[in-house]
């Protein structure tokens, strides 16, 4: 190969790895679209929709990876894997996962796939605690464990005093760190975050005994250390995703353990949220021979619910207890200003997926309203909004300049860019 042919390949590779949203919350889990990935910077009233195709219930989010996108649905009472062609929305394979779980809010799958599209495997955990391996090209399985019979976990389901994913179900996607695949078990019996080896599925370690929560979890650098975050049913903690060692832990216990937030990092804080607690921020130092963890700050009047809010130049956005967008100081745990009168959703709580696009921020509503704002501390600036879909809890993907998402009826693929419609 001569090294002209050699410089496109490589090119052409580079491109269609940015163009990944491969996991929960995009590429680095922060929410942001890939540096250099073409973004819009105003929306019309209207979006062209590219493709939409029936989906069963559900409420794990899509993702996307080598010209294909993966996700769960319910039917006839089970969970199935899915995975369809990007351009087209056509069904490539599927597969059936587990038994669906059912509660108040609905039923159906809550956790968000996990593409390895380097190895060409795509990793689905169901509600109730099966995670499978499966092969991105055709679905067959490669390996498979159970939290339940094979962990001890606990899976109950909405019943009395059940606490986190027990209660609803394991919602905490799975990440994926070099040749290992961690995820937040829930077993008492030491193995509440396990490390498992991403080709076989042999247990590489085991840490804690939390019951888990539905966060899914971030690995980070904090304090001048990469570390695995977790905000379990019972705490914040960082772990050593080398050896899962544990490096430092804060205890944040709230009534049936509902923390839903994706933790955020800036500086040397780690933020979470919860509908009781408020907005947490803990601040990790070193101390002795370790870590120390300590409070920085707390807002109650910024509490988040479900939404997992994102990050920019040291201010976070989300939703705040009053169905507000927010904008809080991430020094000082303020609110910046507020927004009032975009989140239409007839329940007492909100949801929205956030994308950081550029220097705009991209909000889904959970009446399928999609609002690009401006990334400034200084006030709410729009830059349009349309319809999108329906109602949904599920986070969009974003890829080549298209945005993925569902609602309770449909997969759908919609065009934010111009040409973006016929390219992928």
């Known amino acids: 190969m001569n090294a002209r042919l050699f410089l496109l390949t490589f090119a052409i590779a580079s491109m269609a790895l940015a163009a990944d949203w491969p996991q929960w919350r995009g590429p680095d889990r922060t929410g942001y679209?890939?540096?250099?990935?073409?973004?819009?910077?105003?929306?019309?009233?209207?979006?062209?929709?590219?493709?939409?195709v029936p989906v069963g219930d559900g409420f794990a989010s899509p993702v996307v990876a080598g010209g294909r996108v993966f996700y769960l649905d319910q039917k006839d009472g089970n969970e199935i894997a899915h995975a369809a062609d990007a351009a087209t929305g056509k069904e490539l394979w599927h597969a059936m996962l587990f038994s669906a779980h059912r509660d108040g809010f609905g039923i159906g799958p809550r956790c968000t796939p996990v593409a390895d599209?380097?190895?060409?495997?795509?990793?689905f955990q169901s509600a109730k605690g099966e995670l499978q391996c499966l092969a991105a090209s055709d679905g067959k399985q490669i390996w498979r464990v159970n939290y339940v019979t094979d962990?001890?976990?606990?899976?109950?389901?909405?019943?009395?005093?059940?606490?986190?994913?027990?209660?609803?179900?394991?919602?905490?996607?799975?990440?994926?760190?070099?040749?290992?695949?961690?995820?937040?078990?829930?077993?008492?019996?030491?193995?509440?975050?396990?490390?498992?080896?991403?080709?076989?599925?042999?247990?590489?370690?085991?840490?804690?005994?939390?019951?888990?929560?539905?966060?899914?979890?971030?690995?980070?650098?904090?304090?001048?250390?990469?570390?695995?975050?977790?905000?379990?049913?019972?705490?914040?903690?960082?772990?050593?995703?080398?050896?899962?060692?544990?490096?430092?832990?804060?205890?944040?216990?709230?009534?049936?353990?509902?923390?839903?937030?994706?933790?955020?990092?800036?500086?040397d804080l780690v933020i979470v949220a919860s509908h009781q607690i408020g907005l947490v921020a803990t601040r990790i130092a070193r101390g002795g021979e370790g870590l120390v963890a300590s409070e920085a700050w707390v807002n109650?009047?910024?509490?988040?619910?479900?939404?997992?809010?994102?990050?920019?130049?040291?201010?976070?956005?989300?939703?705040?207890?009053?169905?507000?967008?927010?904008?809080?100081?991430?020094?000082?745990?303020?609110?910046?200003?507020?927004?009032?009168?975009?989140?239409?959703?007839?329940?007492?709580?909100a949801?929205?997926?956030?994308?950081?696009?550029?220097?705009?921020?991209?909000?889904?509503?959970?009446?399928?309203?999609?609002?690009?704002?401006?990334?400034?501390?200084?006030g709410y600036k729009e830059s349009g909004q349309a319809q999108v879909c329906g109602l949904t809890w599920c986070n969009p993907a974003y890829a080549a300049g298209k945005l993925y998402l569902r609602d309770q009826r449909e997969l759908r693929c919609v065009s934010l860019l111009p040409g973006a419609a016929n390219t992928h």
């Open 151 to 267: 962990l001890g976990a606990i899976y109950i389901g909405e019943k009395g005093k059940a606490a986190g994913a027990s209660r609803h179900g394991a919602a905490g996607s799975p990440i994926i760190d070099g040749e290992n695949l961690i995820a937040q078990v829930g077993s008492a019996s030491g193995a509440s975050i396990v490390a498992f080896d991403k080709k076989t599925g042999a247990v590489v370690w085991k840490s804690q005994s939390d019951q888990t929560a539905y966060a899914a979890p971030l690995i980070s650098e904090v304090a001048g250390v990469r570390q695995f975050i977790s905000f379990t049913a019972e705490a914040l903690l960082g772990l050593d995703p080398r050896d899962g060692r544990l490096l430092w832990r804060r205890p944040l216990q709230t009534a049936l353990g509902r923390h839903v937030t994706t933790p955020v990092v800036v500086g």
């Open 117 to 123: 599209s380097a190895e060409g495997r795509v990793y």
């Open 351 to 378: 949801e929205a997926g956030f994308l950081v696009m550029g220097k705009n921020i991209g909000m889904l509503t959970d009446t399928g309203v999609f609002v690009l704002f401006d990334a400034d501390p200084h």
């Open 300 to 349: 109650k009047n910024a509490a988040m619910n479900f939404t997992s809010p994102v990050i920019v130049d040291g201010f976070l956005y989300g939703i705040g207890p009053a169905k507000n967008l927010v904008c809080v100081n991430c020094n000082t745990g303020e609110i910046a200003w507020e927004k009032t009168g975009l989140i239409q959703t007839s329940g007492d709580k």
């Open 33 to 52: 679209v890939s540096a250099g990935e073409a973004v819009p910077t105003a929306l019309g009233a209207e979006l062209p929709v590219v493709w939409h």
